[in-house]
């Protein structure tokens, strides 16, 4: 390991950083060369270093143990933007860019919280009792009973948005992707680090499940 460190470089933003300081402080400020995002498309930067790395996402860890959408249940927490200014916040919610933190509990039932959220957002065609009975087929094929908010959350994002995160990639404005000579995966010189048949059967068994999000109502346990 240590004669490759030198070949690893790790592309961030600012947010990035903020999502896990702790993280960033002990593993990589002045120890790992960065490199700035700078708002450029998965796509743009593997079509900047075609030919030269590959870069390693951390793509599809909310469908393993979430959703990001959890955030929005913590009012007072590191998830919320303290980082922005007041005029700042205020402009993104009205555009809505950030989400407004809503007063819900992650353990609650998902039908106490996530149908009013949506029903509240006109998202329910045919009213609560019909968008229930839409989603039960869906609901039956989860791997153990979907009880509380964070567990529909997951099941959701995992059963439903998997593929998508997995390849929009391909589609996310930055142009063609470059494939390595050999390489036969359709995203080129991109590797999901949690596209793995076996991390895929880790999220579905119950006892780990809990090990997802330490505690509902700490957002730093979460992942």
Partial sequence: VANRRGRLSVILDDESIRENPTFYKVHIDKQIPIVRRNHHTLSELAKKYENKAILVTGELGDQLFGSDRCKVAFLDDDASSSHLSPEEERLLKMTGVLDEPLDVSLDDPWEDTLLPLLDGR??????????????????????????????????????????NVSLRCLHDGGGYLPTQEGDKMMTGAITHFYDDRQLECWACVPAFHKRKFGDLHEWCTYK
Wanted: proline content about 7%.
């Fill in 122 to 163: 006109g998202l329910l065609f045919g009213g609560r009792t019909e968008w229930k009975a839409w989603i039960a087929p869906q609901l039956a094929k989860a791997p153990f009973p979907i009880v509380t908010l964070h567990d529909m959350l997951w099941w959701l994002n995992f059963s439903c948005k998997w593929q």
